[in-house]
């Protein structure tokens, strides 16, 4: 069974920083992609950024040159930072992980999920 636990989430103002954190429960952080989405009220869940097995990224438009995913392998984790955030980045953010792809929704494994509030 595999888990995934993010953390990091909490209120920002507009134009701080965050990181979020991802713990998978096995070792899979270099085996599959895993990446980061995230879901208003009434929206589908978008991803926003997808690091591969390979340690290839792609993001969003919407967040390129402001968020970097990264994974530490040793740790099992995945991050997000989050920088320049907007008062639009608002949303729960969750990680994932399986066959991931920018504009796709689906992911084979869920975290809970995390709220980032960004305040203008």
């Known amino acids: 069974q595999v888990q995934l636990a993010e953390s990091g989430g909490g209120l920002v103002q507009a134009g701080g920083s965050l990181r979020l954190s991802c713990a998978a429960s096995r070792n899979m952080v270099s085996m599959v992609a895993m990446g980061w989405f995230r879901q208003t009220p009434g929206n589908e869940r978008e991803l926003v950024a997808v690091i591969t097995h390979g340690g290839s990224t792609n993001y969003a438009d919407s967040v390129k040159g402001r968020f970097t995913i990264s994974r530490d392998n040793a740790k099992n984790t995945v991050y997000l930072q989050m920088n320049s955030l907007k008062p639009e980045d608002t949303a729960v953010y969750y990680c994932?992980?399986?066959?991931?792809?920018?504009?796709?929704?689906?992911?084979?494994?869920w975290g809970q999920g995390t709220q980032v509030t960004v305040s203008s």
């Open positions: 994932a992980a399986g066959t991931l792809y920018i504009g796709s929704p689906e992911a084979q494994y």
